[in-house]
């Protein structure tokens, strides 16, 4: 198997923060991944494309790289089935799908990353998760040492979070993702930006208007080093919600069937002046306020120290503690921002 001692991780965090590995490895297939029992006896860190990952020291863990490729297609009378290997890139899946005219993943247009890391966080955008759309996961679990199929029910997905964020966390590795589309497609047009668009409108329009809106308010990580979002939306119950809509009534809001509420963390951000604050390096994005850039030469621990700063700063004014939802990994692993309360 292809691995490599002392590799530098600039280019695999879209941070572009400077970190290095003592050892990456890069398993190709499920006979690579058998050779990684010991490895991963230790403290290991599964890298995708580094989207959604903050290095905040020096040195990382052992870094596991999975380089699966492939995309295969079947079809029923009713549905498209779609299996792609995880180390393919995820908009790369969603122009492969509708330029073949199989209709669904079109309000996921551009999210940054790979197939693998998408169910991990469930990834979301303008209406739709990826959870609407799979099928099954397969899974290589490394304490069994093969691999096994989760349906979409056993992959327990809530918003940004799913099993692989919680009980099977560093438990193996995902290797497949299978994605079930209905023929009989209909346009999802209700987030906001979207629905200007008319109902007859194709998923090409959907996914070029997605396109447009995200490249207006999020960063090109190539340009600005950035990692999307970086907290959550936090969800908060419905007698907090009723004190802070009676403080702030332009507050956004999105009611969830369990009566709570969830908030939008860039307008929290906004409210308490820290949209373009900066500090050693790193940055509030100037468009949306939800995503921290590295603007010079930031270390990983400034960025962290920026998103402590921003979290104090929004629980001082509404008492709301925003969780990260970018992981930061120190030399030995994750490292877990604490809550305030
Ligand atoms: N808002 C502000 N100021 C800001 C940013 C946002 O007032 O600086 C307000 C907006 O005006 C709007 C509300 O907050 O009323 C929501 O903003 P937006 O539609 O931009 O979405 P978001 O909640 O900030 C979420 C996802 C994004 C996804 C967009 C679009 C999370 C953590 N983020 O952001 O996902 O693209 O919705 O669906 O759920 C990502 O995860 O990396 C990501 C970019």
Redesign the pocket.
């Known amino acids: 198997m292809k691995s490599h001692q002392q590799y530098s991780l600039e280019k695999n965090n879209s941070f572009a923060i400077i970190a290095t590995t003592p050892i990456i490895y890069f398993p190709k297939d499920d006979q690579e991944l058998k050779l990684l029992t010991r490895v991963t006896q230790g403290s290991f860190y599964i890298l995708g494309e580094g ?2 990952t903050l290095f905040v020291e020096d040195i990382t863990p052992v870094i596991i790289k999975p380089e699966f490729l492939g995309i295969s297609v079947s079809e029923t009378n009713e549905y498209y089935e779609v299996s792609a290997a995880c180390s393919e890139n995820w908009h790369d899946l969603v122009c492969f799908c509708i330029n073949k005219g199989i209709n669904g993943l079109e ?1 996921l247009a551009l ?2 990353g790979s197939v693998g890391a998408a169910p991990v ?1 469930n ?6 998760e990826i959870a609407d759309f799979i099928e099954s996961v397969t899974w290589f679990d490394f304490g069994k040492n093969k691999s096994q199929q989760l349906t979409n029910a056993q992959c327990q997905f809530e ?2 979070n799913s099993i692989f964020k919680q009980h099977l966390k560093n438990k193996g590795i995902i290797t497949h993702v299978t994605l079930r589309f209905t023929k009989n497609w209909r346009a999802k047009l209700n ?3 979207l629905n200007r668009l008319s109902e007859s409108c194709s998923a090409v329009d959907i996914m070029n208007t997605v396109i447009g ?2 490249n207006s ?2 960063p090109d990580p190539k340009i600005i080093p950035n ?7 936090p969800v908060v119950c419905a007698d907090q919600f009723m004190l802070l809509k009676d403080r702030y009534p332009e507050l ?1 809001f999105y009611p969830q069937d369990n009566g709570s509420v969830k908030l ?4 929290l ?3 308490a002046e820290l ?1 373009g604050y900066q500090l050693n390096g790193a940055a509030v ?1 100037d ?5 921290l850039t590295n603007i010079g030469s930031a270390k990983g621990d400034n960025i962290k120290d920026l998103a402590i700063y921003v979290q104090k700063t929004v629980f001082e004014l509404f008492e709301i503690s925003l969780q990260p ?1 970018v992981r930061m990994i120190a030399k030995h692993g994750e490292v877990i921002l604490k809550e305030i309360n």
Do not use: C, D, T
């Not at 468009?287 to 995503?291: N, T």
């Open positions: 989207s959604n309000n999210i940054p966080q990834i979301g955008a303008y209406g739709v918003y940004r987030y906001q930006g809106l995200r308010k999020l990692a999307g979002s970086f907290f959550k939306n956004p939008a963390a860039g307008w951000i906004e409210k949209k994005h468009k949306q306020a939800l995503v939802e």
